[in-house]
């Protein structure tokens, strides 16, 4: 089953409390204070500056920022996704909050193959992925919450993979690889170390060809590995 059955009294029960776990982590986690420190040049100021210059020097020679040993000792994406969430007039915490409540919806489709009960799913899902308090750590104008989100959409996209391993069809397998590739793209533009999320890619690959050892499957982690890496 991958949608809520709301004729369900179970599933409209989970539903209520999945919706009340995400306002309340809205309210108790999502709306907090933003301390952006301006003499912080190498964090709160560069993004700051460099969000700048994305929106008003787009196609220029210094979109990105000035071209110096400041700019570039940080992966461009914040700085840029700030700029996107200002030309709509977007709070940033509003909008980390709708990139977060994206991720209980994912959940239930990656774990549709395995049947579950997608009350309990949404549930569970909610309550991990949007009940966060070490996000009242993250008061400045920072990254982390935005490389949270990736991190999470890449690590559900490969257990996608993994659960697709045994019956899984080639087109859904190259859907997930893709986003799954997608994802760490924006890890790698996002934070300089990314490159370890390469560690647990291997391992969800390995697992989903020692799922069914066949031909069929060795074509198919061809084609996704080719997808991963070209997303």
Not at 156 to 164: E, G, K, Y
Request: aromatic share 16%.
């Amino acid at each position: 089953m991958i949608f809520l059955n709301f004729n369900n009294t179970k599933d409209r029960w989970w539903c209520i409390a999945s919706v009340t776990v995400i306002f309340i982590g809205f309210l108790t986690f999502f709306i907090r204070p933003l301390d952006a420190l301006p003499w912080q040049w190498a964090d709160d100021a560069l993004y700051f500056n460099n969000a700048k210059a994305f929106l008003y020097h787009f196609g220029e020679s210094q979109w990105l920022g000035p071209f110096d040993q400041i700019t570039l000792s940080k992966a461009p994406f914040f700085p840029m996704f700030l700029g996107a969430i200002h030309t709509v007039s977007l709070p940033l915490r509003i909008a980390e909050f709708l990139l977060y409540l994206a991720l209980p919806i994912i959940a239930l489709r990656v774990v549709a193959p395995l049947r579950l009960a997608p009350g309990k799913v949404l549930f569970l899902a909610s309550v991990f992925f949007l009940f966060i308090p070490v996000l009242n750590n993250e008061l400045r104008l920072g990254r982390g919450v935005l490389f949270g989100f990736i991190l999470i959409l890449f690590l559900l996209s490969l257990f996608a993979i993994i659960v697709r391993g045994r019956n899984g069809t080639t087109t859904s397998v190259m859907c997930w690889s893709g986003l799954a590739g997608f994802a760490f793209g924006l890890a790698s533009i996002t934070r300089e170390e990314a490159s370890w999320l390469l560690l647990p890619a291997a391992v969800a690959f390995a697992g989903f060809f020692l799922a069914d050892v066949s031909r069929r499957k060795v074509g198919q982690l061809i084609l996704i590995s080719m997808v991963a890496w070209l997303s």
